[in-house]
């Protein structure tokens, strides 16, 4: 016995044909029912009874598509991954196709390719979120999140480093990035009178529970705050310290984001030192932003501009109080 696989179309054909055969309907109305000319219907029937009901399964099952790509096209697309893409997702790869290569092809058609090849695991279930997000802030400049991700940001060509991440936490915009040695109060001081000068004073700074931000065992003889603390105090701007790296889960995603795009590339790009990576990252953080920032919900910017009689070079320092016999 024969199995014979047919679409809700084939059927509904089939069934109208066998009508016409046994004389329960003319030809004419199976041509209106079916929506062909009469020489198409007496062509069916012929198949029909030549070849049964698999004469009218479709020709073309089974068979490629005529859009398809030819295998020189393919083997040339997967040849140009192996070599520059390898461990690149299948989004990016597509990009740098695109751009460097001037090859276009649909994400999905190199998404098959890739998992075809070996260089791309599908995964058909995704994990449940276990927190529930938080939403926005409405206005650009009223919250800002701010991590320190250390990573191999050079892989093998450089030393491990830190990367300081300013980001918008009502755009997801990134602000300001900054490569440094270590995550440190001084490294913090200087990225964030960089970020001043350039944006202004934001409403808050939202981190986690460093050092530099929070004095988690106080001395009797200070205030218990830190020396980065005490210069946003004397800014005006509040420091709000996260529970859980859950809660700052922006900055926490545009981490991962950040060690798998900009790590390759600062490879592609030969980059190898921190000084070469500082350089490169201003015009990285504009690509970056053109693809992922989103339109706040109030078009407001609240940063607002240095008081006369602030100054950053004598606010971002470190300030200790000492007694001279």
Known sequence: MTVLAMSHGELSRFDTLMRVERGELRVDDAAALLGLKRRQVFRLLDRLRSEGAAGLVSRKRGRPSNRRYSDAMRERIMAIVREHYADFGPTLAREYLIERHGITVACETLRRLMIAG??????????????????RRDCRGELIQVDGSKHWWFEDRG?????LVYI????????????VESESAFAYMEATREYIERHG??????????????????????????????????????????????????????????????????????????????????????????RFAKAPFDPR??????AMHEDLRTELVWREWRTVS
């Not at 701007?237 to 590339?265: F, H, M, W, Y």
């Open 118 to 135: 070996g260089l791309w695991k599908d995964r058909d279930a995704r994990r449940p979120r276990p927190y529930q997000p938080r939403y």
């Open 201 to 290: 004073k934001p409403v808050a700074f939202y981190s986690d529970k460093h050092s530099v931000f929070r004095n988690n065992r106080a001395s009797p003889n200070g205030d218990g705050m830190t020396h980065f603390g005490r210069a946003m105090e004397a800014l005006n701007i509040e420091i709000i310290c996260a529970n859980s790296p859950q809660a700052k889960g922006r900055v926490e995603r545009a981490n991962l984001t950040l060690q798998d795009r900009l790590v390759k590339a600062m490879r592609l790009a030969g980059i190898a030192t921190i000084a070469a990576a500082n350089a490169f990252l201003p015009g990285y953080l504009e690509q970056h932003n053109r």
């Open 301 to 306: 910017d609240l940063h607002r501009p240095l």
């Open 168 to 179: 918008d936490d009502a755009t997801s915009e990134l602000m300001h990035l900054k490569m």
């Open 159 to 163: 030393p491990q480093c830190t990367l």
